[in-house]
């Protein structure tokens, strides 16, 4: 959690993602305002791309296992993952899979502590009707905003359940069962 609300990052994969693993997909980000509306990012918190401390960029196949630490203050230091050193599968095999053949490390990345980054929203169109689309993303109208039109991230829809928090972690489940 933070002061905007609750985050959820975990691993997902692509078994298209086979020749080379420099954009293999092996993360998604989830969070709430509320513990009970839920959105999904389109975008994905940590990529196969990590920077070193010499400047170059080391690609790896996957990224599992997200655990950030804290320090004493609450504020996020450090993602580890579990992280296969391939940066591309032997044979036919999904970058996810390459762990099976190839060493496998723990991987502790500082994390940039600069000002926070804008919400993971898109924007909202400019005119009336949605002339912006992302993946994931749904027109719908809106009416606390000038345009009768915008973009809503994916809800979880817990609104109306007696027990929003069962309601929230259900949906949240399947949502995440659904990206695998």
Known sequence: TD?????VFYHVYNYGDRDECVDATVSAHVFSEDGYTWHAS?????????????GTTVTISTRERPKLFFDRSGQMTHLFNGVCYATKCPSEKPCVDCKYTHWDYTLAQPLD???PTPAP???KPAGPGCTTEADGYTCHEDSCSGNKLALAEPSLDCQGASDKWSCAVEKAKEACDNTA
Do not use: A, C
């Open 42 to 54: 389109p975008i994905q918190p940590y990529t196969t791309q990590i920077e070193v401390e010499d």
């Open 3 to 7: 002061k905007r609300g609750f985050h």
């Open 121 to 123: 929203f898109p924007p």
């Open 113 to 115: 502590l600069s000002p």
